[in-house]
């Protein structure tokens, strides 16, 4: 049995990311047992995939916060990473926290892989790796991913456009059901909330239910903002103090997520959800949802996509977020989908 530790601790895309490359190794590899640490916040996510067999979790994010408090927690986490010899340990994140992981490991250094300088955020830590693996940055995160694992197991990665997240699509959905995720940690990749009102009103109209997610007291008055301007304020429920797991659960049963660029946008293509994502400062190319059933609108600026938490703009007196225009693509192209699709399921029931 060949046993693997894979380290990718964060962020819910990037883990959602990573599921194609965990399945097309199960594939190649028959003979093979895969672990993966991942921060504690996104257990949820990895417990999704069937293919890992343990899951290590790590706190670096509370850590952080007061390394002198938690130093017993840190050593049980090295207690438990090093409680297995693994053959191989892939570092999927390349940050500095991920080289410390990898380190840590309990595994010979001929067989801890990571990116080189060329494939890598912090270039300069590549160079701690024993085995330093080119990859394009000029692809998209997924492909990178099965690249990295396709040349550490010297197989050849399947590049699809629709990726196989090795997730059974679920076969129960809440009909006429719809879940907004308005809310992200980026301004410049939230959506105006008068054009998720307008979305709403399209799908108020049509009697469907609308779940709205937040996540903090900012986010929930948004969601409330939204719901107040609806036709069926009724039909409308807003999530707030749900576990993860709870709002993975909400989502499987929806028809249907309209989503910014956001870690949950990334969970409902991995689940095979209808999910439609909307994105303009980030770049759809390299993180954009992927999946048989996703669909990516992009708000194309001449400075987008600019990769920026803040707009360089924003100081100027006609400055309006990144998507302020985008009411031209509720018009010409997300109307005409939800419309589309709306036509279709109503037909099929």
Same mark, same amino acid.
């Given at each position: %049995?060949?046993?693997?530790?894979?380290?990718?601790?964060?962020? %819910?895309?990037?883990?959602?990311?990573?599921?194609?490359?965990?399945?097309?190794?199960?594939?190649?590899?028959?003979?093979? *047992?895969?672990?993966?640490?991942?921060? *504690?916040?996104?257990?949820?996510?990895? $417990?999704?995939?069937?293919?890992?067999?343990?899951?290590?979790?790590?706190?670096?994010?509370?850590?952080?916060?007061?390394?002198?408090?938690?130093?017993?927690?840190?050593?049980?986490?090295? +207690?438990?990473?090093?409680?297995?010899?693994?053959?191989?340990?892939?570092?999927?994140?390349?940050?500095?926290?991920?080289?410390?992981?990898?380190?840590?490991?309990?595994?010979?250094?001929?067989?801890?892989?990571?990116?080189?300088?060329?494939?890598?955020?912090?270039?300069?830590?590549?160079?701690?790796?024993?085995?330093?693996?080119?990859?394009?940055?000029?692809?998209?995160?997924?492909?990178?991913?099965?690249?990295?694992?396709?040349?550490?197991?010297?197989?050849?990665?399947?590049?699809?456009?629709?990726?196989?997240?090795?997730? *059974?699509?679920?076969?129960?959905?809440? +009909?006429?059901?719809? %879940?907004?995720?308005?809310?992200?940690?980026? #301004?410049?990749?939230?959506?105006?909330?008068?054009?998720?009102? #307008?979305?709403? +009103?399209?799908?108020?109209?049509?009697?469907?239910?609308?779940?709205?997610?937040?996540?903090?007291?900012? *986010?929930?008055?948004?969601?409330?903002?939204?719901?107040?301007?609806?036709?069926?304020?009724?039909?409308?429920?807003?999530?707030?103090?749900?576990?993860?797991?709870?709002?993975?659960?909400?989502?499987?049963?929806?028809?249907?997520?309209?989503?910014?660029?956001?870690?949950?946008?990334?969970?409902?293509?991995?689940?095979? +959800?209808?999910?439609?994502?909307?994105?303009?400062?980030?770049?759809?190319?390299?993180?954009?949802?992927?999946?048989?059933?996703?669909?990516?609108?992009?708000?194309?600026?001449?400075?987008?996509?600019?990769?920026?938490? $803040?707009?360089?703009? #924003?100081?100027?007196?006609?400055?309006?977020?990144?998507?302020?225009?985008?009411?031209?693509?509720?018009?010409?192209?997300?109307?005409?989908?939800?419309?589309?699709?709306?036509?279709?399921?109503?037909?099929?029931?």
């Amino acid at each position: %049995m060949i046993k693997v530790l894979i380290i990718k601790t964060s962020s %819910m895309g990037d883990i959602a990311h990573t599921f194609p490359a965990i399945y097309e190794l199960k594939k190649n590899i028959k003979n093979i *047992e895969i672990d993966w640490v991942v921060e *504690e916040s996104f257990v949820d996510v990895v $417990k999704l995939n069937k293919h890992v067999n343990n899951i290590i979790t790590v706190n670096t994010r509370r850590w952080r916060k007061n390394w002198f408090r938690n130093i017993g927690n840190v050593f049980k986490f090295i +207690k438990k990473l090093r409680a297995k010899k693994y053959d191989y340990v892939i570092d999927a994140q390349g940050l500095h926290k991920s080289l410390i992981i990898t380190r840590l490991s309990k595994v010979n250094n001929k067989n801890k892989f990571g990116y080189d300088k060329n494939s890598i955020r912090g270039k300069y830590i590549s160079w701690l790796y024993y085995n330093q693996i080119s990859v394009s940055k000029e692809q998209h995160a997924i492909y990178r991913i099965q690249e990295l694992f396709g040349k550490v197991f010297d197989y050849k990665f399947i590049k699809k456009e629709s990726p196989d997240y090795g997730i *059974e699509s679920e076969k129960f959905i809440n +009909k006429k059901t719809i %879940m907004f995720i308005s809310n992200t940690t980026w #301004e410049t990749k939230k959506w105006p909330i008068n054009n998720w009102i #307008e979305l709403g +009103k399209l799908f108020s109209k049509n009697n469907y239910k609308i779940i709205i997610n937040s996540g903090n007291d900012f *986010e929930y008055k948004d969601a409330c903002n939204i719901k107040e301007h609806l036709l069926n304020i009724t039909n409308v429920e807003i999530l707030k103090n749900e576990s993860l797991d709870e709002k993975i659960e909400i989502i499987k049963k929806c028809d249907y997520v309209f989503s910014v660029d956001t870690g949950l946008a990334h969970v409902s293509a991995l689940l095979g +959800k209808n999910t439609i994502a909307i994105y303009g400062a980030t770049s759809p190319k390299l993180t954009g949802i992927k999946g048989k059933n996703c669909t990516i609108l992009y708000a194309k600026y001449n400075c987008s996509p600019c990769l920026k938490k $803040k707009c360089r703009f #924003e100081n100027n007196v006609n400055y309006k977020i990144c998507y302020s225009n985008s009411a031209d693509l509720i018009k010409n192209i997300n109307l005409a989908f939800v419309n589309t699709s709306i036509a279709n399921k109503s037909n099929s029931t």
